[in-house]
Antibody, heavy 121, light 110 residues
């Protein structure tokens, strides 16, 4: 059974750096074609893709956020970490991680339960 | 910053057929697979359709996907109360070098 779980702070202050961890089980990120991605959803709004990392350590970032994002993986721990710098209240959202199988970069399955991050002073 | 356009809402009575459109461009839907996700209230999205028209195991055959040119559609036949949810399309965008999501459609069962 494949599962993913997001963890990180529920509250961050403006200008701070957010660090989120996705801990997964049931698959290996060293398997060819396997990827993990981050997606966020502001309250009441649509999904927004943020970043993904693949089995070969290739990384892709949202063009609008790439200067603020860093994604990395620790294959031995089955974890993927996302950092987002210079947080702003507009970054308040539920942040999800999801697996991408077969190197098919639109195919998110399954998703973690999500973690709500509020940006406020 | 949704690149794919969906109608904000759709509705139907139980048993009816509802169709949701997803409009994109040559750099996304026109040249890549389309995926559909269902998000029930208060839950994470769930894969509903992959590679334009394929259903993962466990997804009822009431859900079907299609693609033509730079647009795609999700059809729900035999609408049920448990289908009330938000639905999102997604596709890889060659110009942006990343996946893009639709604006989302809220389906209401009257």
């Amino acid at each position: 059974q494949v599962t993913l779980r997001e963890s990180g702070p529920a509250l961050v202050k403006p200008t701070q750096t957010l660090t989120l961890t996705c801990t997964f089980s049931g698959f290996s990120l060293s398997t060819s074609g396997m990827c993990v991605s981050w997606i966020r959803q502001p309250p009441g709004k649509a999904l927004e893709w943020l970043a993904l990392i693949d089995w070969d350590d290739d990384k892709y970032y949202s063009t609008s956020l790439k200067t603020r994002l860093t994604i990395s993986k620790d294959t031995s721990k089955n974890q993927v970490v996302l950092t987002m710098t210079n947080m702003d209240p507009v970054d308040t959202a539920t942040y999800y991680c999801a697996r991408i199988p077969y190197g098919d970069y639109g195919w998110f399955d399954p998703w973690g339960q999500g973690t709500l991050v509020t940006v406020s002073s | 910053q949704s690149v794919l356009t969906q109608p904000p809402s759709a509705s139907g009575t139980p048993g009816q057929r509802v169709t949701i459109s997803c409009s994109g461009s040559s750099s996304n839907i026109g040249s890549n697979y389309v995926y559909w996700y269902q998000q029930l209230p208060g839950t994470a999205p769930k894969l509903l359709i992959y590679r334009n028209n394929q259903r993962p195991s466990g997804v009822p055959d009431r859900f079907s996907g299609s693609k033509s040119g730079t647009s795609a559609s999700l059809a729900i036949s035999g609408l049920r109360s448990e289908d009330e949810a938000d639905y999102y399309c997604a596709a890889w965008d060659d110009s942006l070098s990343g996946p893009v999501f639709g604006t989302g459609t809220k389906v209401t069962v009257l």
